[in-house]
């Protein structure tokens, strides 16, 4: 169907979150599947785009549902059809291309600045006048891309935005809010502990970051919004 994306979420509470008034404004109906209870489809040709979303599993694992990702990932190019993956999709996207997915040296949890490239500034981020868009972060895992892949946007130690035929990765969160930054915080408690990171850190003072962020998922999602809307118009 010409007007459904498929989101799929690697575990119940990594959600489509913004995303998901800015993409049924455009008045697409979205199926949502949890990957680790529903089966994920083997073709994508039914969906007008793809969103894969994070997790805190790893792609390295090889989990059955994650290579049914993988899989699906390749069914959506061929076809040209547009995927965004976040995090943990942007990392399966990685690794069905041909890229190497591994534990980076140091995690990236919390609020930093993300450098956008002139191919970021023609591409996703179109619209983003800045050189530095402070973003929310969450993940351990790192990728190196092919040669075909077109890095839009790094951070100091990682590359965090990509793009690879009708496929984009992004590392980093632009979909959360300040709900579901509390959430993560509850369930992922054990992991802030370790890193000594304080919630606070996360949360206090923020709400402008938050605001930011949501203008910048906007942009992010319009540019995206677009390539879902020209392939629609060239077939």
């Given at each position: ?111 930093s600045n993300v450098m956008l490239n002139q191919a970021g500034y023609n ?45 984009i990765g992004i590392q980093f969160h632009i979909e959360v809010n300040g ?57």
């Amino acid at each position: 169907m010409d007007n459904k994306i498929l989101s799929i979420q690697n575990i119940s509470f990594e959600t489509l979150g913004t995303l998901e008034e800015l993409i049924r404004s455009d008045d697409y109906q979205v199926e949502n599947i949890e990957a680790q209870k529903e089966a994920v489809p083997n073709n994508a040709e039914q969906y007008a785009a793809i969103i894969i979303l994070g997790g805190p599993m790893a792609v390295y694992d090889n989990v059955g549902y994650l290579q049914r990702e993988q899989e699906l990932i390749r069914s959506a190019l061929k076809q040209e059809i547009p995927v965004l993956g976040i995090c943990l999709g942007s990392q399966l996207i990685a690794q069905a291309i041909g890229g190497n997915v591994y534990k980076g040296g140091k995690k990236e949890i919390g609020w930093s600045n993300v450098m956008l490239n002139q191919a970021g500034y023609n591409d996703l981020f179109k619209g983003i006048n800045t050189k530095n868009i402070t973003v929310f972060q969450w993940h351990g895992d790192t990728y190196d891309l092919p040669s075909k892949a077109t890095i839009m946007a790094s951070s100091k130690l990682y590359p965090q935005a990509f793009r690879f035929g009708s496929a984009i990765g992004i590392q980093f969160h632009i979909e959360v809010n300040g709900e579901m930054i509390q959430r993560w915080a509850e369930e992922y408690s054990q992991e802030l502990k370790r890193e000594r990171i304080e919630l606070t850190e996360l949360l206090n003072h923020k709400d402008n970051e938050i605001k930011q962020l949501f203008e910048g998922c906007k942009i992010v999602y319009s540019n995206f919004s677009n390539m879902i809307k020209n392939r629609s118009m060239s077939l």
